[in-house]
């Protein structure tokens, strides 16, 4: 799977487990007397639900976001410096190559 694939399902993960404690939260607190607008509505669980779903994107794309902007990457394991082995001219090293040029005679 590609690194890129795998930071984001690791930031959803982080994000949607913050938005269910975030949510979780709201309702034991009840702040803005929530618990009697989502009773309100008919279908608790699916009031719930799509407000952790809302929460949980909003804070996965906030943790990318970040993460994007920063610059952080979790893959520092490879080489350094742009070079391969030193001294291996495979490994993207310069080799001189002598390249005639002819001069053309001024009138």
Not at 67 to 73: E, F, I, P, S, W
Not at 80 to 104: K, N, S
Request: glycine fraction near 14%; proline fraction near 4%.
């Amino acid at each position: 799977m590609l690194q890129t694939v795998r930071t984001y399902i690791g930031h959803a993960a982080t994000g949607f487990a913050i938005a269910a404690a975030l949510v979780a939260l709201l309702f034991w607190l009840d702040t803005g007397q929530l618990k009697q607008v989502v009773a309100l509505s008919g279908s608790v669980w699916l009031a719930a639900a799509l407000m952790w779903l809302g929460v949980g994107a909003v804070f996965t794309w906030v943790q990318s976001a970040i993460t994007k902007r920063t610059g952080h990457d979790d893959d520092d394991t490879g080489p350094r410096g742009g070079g391969g082995r030193r001294g291996d001219p495979r490994e993207g090293d310069m080799i001189p190559i002598r390249a005639e040029a002819p001069i053309r005679q001024r009138r």
